[in-house]
């Protein structure tokens, strides 16, 4: 089975452009959710996808978005980029999310550095 | 926010150490899972706890649901190079929680 496959690896960015990571999940999962991690802070949720419903999301602000379309496939979109979403951002999928007790699978991760 | 502590932050131990690393919530959880994150690579699960007082072995890894629901810990016996890597603890509940990390050096 393919694992969960993030593009592009690394990209770098000037602040006030704006931004859009893809995350294409294991085949036969309904659920996508985007992490965002930095040295000392660990991972911090952004939001879940569900069958392209968003069924959750962490405290970031508007300039976070995302959507999931009819393959599962999600994207991730960060507008007005600041120096400081500068992190590694992480997609990762399971069969049911949030509501089912198992493990996430997770990608490779997009690196981003805003300059 | 950030509903997890995961304690130590960092560790340098020599090969042949057993570690230890744990996680507290204010909440309480149903499920406690253990994750670790090679450099370069997204967290991959080790260990998934679901009944509180559970202890469970995977290898030279053991972990335990503590009995509050509120805390798990995670030992590594007789550590390796290969362990090296930063450690999460994590719990669904209405999202995914994950702790600060840990990250472990092993000097050879």
């Known amino acids: 089975k393919a694992g969960v496959t993030q593009t592009p690896r690394y990209l770098i960015k000037t602040r006030g452009q704006q931004v859009t990571l893809s995350c294409s999940p294991i085949s036969g999962h309904r659920s996508v959710s985007w992490y965002q991690q930095t040295p000392g802070q660990g991972l911090q949720f952004l939001f879940e996808?569900?069958?392209?419903?968003?069924?959750n999301k962490g405290n970031f602000p508007g300039r976070f978005s995302g959507r999931q379309f009819s393959n599962s496939r999600s994207e991730m979109n960060v507008s007005t980029l600041e120096l400081g979403d500068s992190a590694l951002y992480l997609c990762?999928?399971?069969?049911?999310?949030?509501?089912?007790?198992?493990?996430?699978?997770f990608g490779e991760g997009s690196r981003l550095t805003v300059l | 926010g950030q509903q997890l502590n995961q304690s130590p932050q960092s560790m340098f131990i020599q090969e042949g150490e057993d570690v230890s690393m744990n996680c507290t919530s204010s909440s309480i959880f149903n499920t406690w899972l253990w994750y670790k994150q090679d450099p370069g690579e997204g967290p991959v699960l080790l260990i998934a706890?679901?009944?509180?007082?559970e202890l469970t072995s995977n290898g030279r890894l053991t972990a335990q649901f503590g009995i509050t629901r509120k805390d798990s810990f995670l030992n590594i016996s007789a550590s390796i190079p290969s362990d090296v890597g930063i450690y999460f603890c994590?719990?669904?509940?209405?999202?995914?929680?994950f702790g600060t990390g840990t990250s472990l050096t092993v000097i050879p």
């Open positions: 706890l679901y009944k509180a007082g």
């Open positions: 990762a999928s399971t069969n049911t999310g949030t509501r089912n007790t198992g493990e996430l699978f």
């Open positions: 994590s719990c669904p509940g209405n999202q995914f929680y």
């Open positions: 996808y569900f069958s392209e419903t968003q069924r």
